[in-house]
T-cell receptor
Framework: DAGVIQSPRHEVTEMGQEVTLRCKPI?????LFWYRQTMMRGLELLIY????????DSGMPEDRFSAKMPNASFSTLKIQPSEPRDSAVYFC???????????FGPGTRLLVL | EDQVTQSPEALRLQEGESSSLNCSYT??????LFWYRQDPGKGPEFLFT???AGEEKEKERLKATLTKKESFLHITAPKPEDSATYLC????????????FGGGTRLMVKP
């Protein structure tokens, strides 16, 4: 299996622009997680889905952030409008129901100027 | 609220110098405790899951142990390639597959 796939790997944008991050989970995994990692706050859970349904979005910082999972093999995290404080590495992870172990993608490094 | 605290924040070792990393946790019913390794510029890579106090797991130079309040990651005779950030996370019984992560320990092994 190719593992969790994320795109783009790097994104540089200007403040106010819309940013869309993409994730393809491991086939057969029922859970999908979006995280943000910064030096100051470490790894923070933003939102997670079970069977394509958002279960907990309490970690989403504000209304500028939204996430969707239209099918079992694709999810997006959108930031509109972006701000410099959104600069971070964003990870997607997936896990099967039974095991609980999460498998992470390579991340998207976002820089908002 | 589930909490995970890792210590030390950073650790420098000479090659061959064994040591331990600590992960203290509070959780409302532990389903599992997870250890991950993260290399610069990459996503966390799964190492171990521990489920109950007294359990131990080993992989090469790494051994993870678990008590009711903390977990240790023991590194025996480390090599420079063991340099990475090690992350600990807990999963509660009533939390689906959610993980709560600690801040990590950045390990540097010098040749």
């Amino acid at each position: 299996d190719a593992g969790v796939i994320q795109s783009p790997r790097h994104e540089v944008t200007e403040m106010g622009q819309e940013v869309t991050l993409r994730c393809k989970p491991i086939s057969g995994h029922d859970y999908l997680f979006w995280y943000r990692q910064t030096m100051m706050r470490g790894l923070e859970l933003l939102i997670y889905f079970n069977n394509n349904v958002p279960i907990d979005d309490s970690g989403m910082p504000e209304d500028r952030f939204s996430a969707k999972m239209p099918n079992a093999s694709f999810s997006t995290l959108k930031i509109q409008p972006s701000e410099p404080r959104d600069s971070a590495v964003y990870f997607c992870a997936s896990s099967p129901v039974a095991a609980g172990t999460q498998y992470f993608g390579p991340g998207t490094r976002l820089l908002v100027l | 609220e589930d909490q995970v605290t890792q210590s030390p924040e950073a650790l420098r070792l000479q090659e061959g110098e064994s040591s331990s990393l600590n992960c203290s946790y509070t959780v409302s019913g532990l389903r599992g405790l997870f250890w991950y390794r993260q290399d610069p510029g990459k996503g966390p890579e799964f190492l171990f899951t521990l489920y109950s106090a007294g359990e131990e797991k080993e992989k090469e130079r790494l051994k993870a142990t678990l008590t009711k309040k903390e977990s240790f990651l023991h590194i025996t005779a480390p090599k420079p390639e063991d340099s990475a950030t090690y992350l600990c996370a807990v999963q509660a019984n009533n939390a689906g597959n959610m993980l709560t992560f600690g801040g990590g320990t950045r390990l540097m092994v010098k040749p």
